[in-house]
């Protein structure tokens, strides 16, 4: 069966990281609209820079759960296409084969003057220079809001071969993603939601599964 699975922030909840609405839409303390748009970073990279170290850091100090091994479980069994809006590396380090970061990575930097892309170091600032053209214009590897997430082409032709569409711990309010369920569902996928709650967009599913994902996603997939 072709399987194509969305996860977003509630995923790694159980981790321990925080998810965008568990703190009121604030990110360490910060609106997104302060740290999470490209012109936040023209106008104060040090903050948005500050914002990333400090996720980064979490991020490294936690560990995959139950629901992340569970899908590297469904990966072995399944023609299984997983998508992440999750900018940490938990599904790689439960190691997940094949992982789509629509949303970028935690673990990568982009130059924003010439687009080369490095690993990035666990603390960036707005000094580092870009190993390839030498300005000082590093960046986090992160799509922002109004910028372009990565392997759409990709993400658009697994949600039309699907027969099978799962959301796992997203509030559905950010898009293109948001848009995913209803997407597959027009191409013919069965679509269902693994959450906590209902999301913005329950609508767009067949079916729901509800409660923690390290709990669900385990019983999901057995
Ligand atoms: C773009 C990186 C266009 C940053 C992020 C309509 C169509 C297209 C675009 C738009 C549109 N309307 C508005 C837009 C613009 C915008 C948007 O959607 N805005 C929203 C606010 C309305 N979208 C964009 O800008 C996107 N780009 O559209 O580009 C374009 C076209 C041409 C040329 C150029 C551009 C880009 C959006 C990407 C932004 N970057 N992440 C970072 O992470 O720092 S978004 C970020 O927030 C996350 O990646 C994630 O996507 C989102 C948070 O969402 P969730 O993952 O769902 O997390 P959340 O906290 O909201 O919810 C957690 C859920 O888990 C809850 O439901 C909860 O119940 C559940 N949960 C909690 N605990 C558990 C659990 N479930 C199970 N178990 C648990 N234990």
Redesign the pocket.
């Known amino acids: 069966m072709r399987i194509a699975v969305l ?5 790694s ?2 981790s321990g990281l ?6 009121d839409g604030l ?1 360490e303390r910060h609106r ?1 609209e302060d ?2 748009t490209p012109q936040a970073f023209a106008r104060d990279p040090a903050l948005v820079h500050a ?2 170290n400090a ?1 980064r850091a979490r991020a490294a100090a936690a560990q995959p759960n139950p ?1 992340h091994h569970a899908l590297v479980d469904l990966a072995r069994r399944h023609d299984l296409t997983l998508i992440t ?3 940490d590396d938990l599904h790689e380090r439960a190691s997940q084969p094949d992982v789509i970061h ?3 990575r ?1 673990s990568r930097a982009l130059c924003a003057d010439c687009g080369h892309r490095w690993n990035a170091p666990a603390v960036m600032s707005a000094d580092d220079a870009c190993p390839r053209c030498t300005a000082h214009a590093a960046r ?1 590897g ?8 990565y392997h759409m082409e990709r993400i658009w032709d697994a949600l039309e071969r699907a027969d099978l569409f799962a959301a ?12 995913f369920a209803q997407h597959a569902g027009r191409a013919g996928a069965e679509c269902i939601e ?7 967009n329950a609508r767009d599913f067949d079916r729901r599964i509800q ?6 996603v385990p019983e999901w997939v057995a």
């Open positions: 996860t977003g922030a509630g995923i909840a159980e925080d998810t965008f609405r568990a703190t990110w997104i740290v999470a914002f990333y996720r629901a809006q999750n900018v629509m949303h970028g935690l986090p992160i799509v922002w809001f109004g910028e372009m997430p796992i711990g997203t509030s559905g309010n950010v898009y293109p993603a948001a848009g693994l959450n906590l709650e209902d999301s913005a409660g923690p994902a390290s709990v669900t």
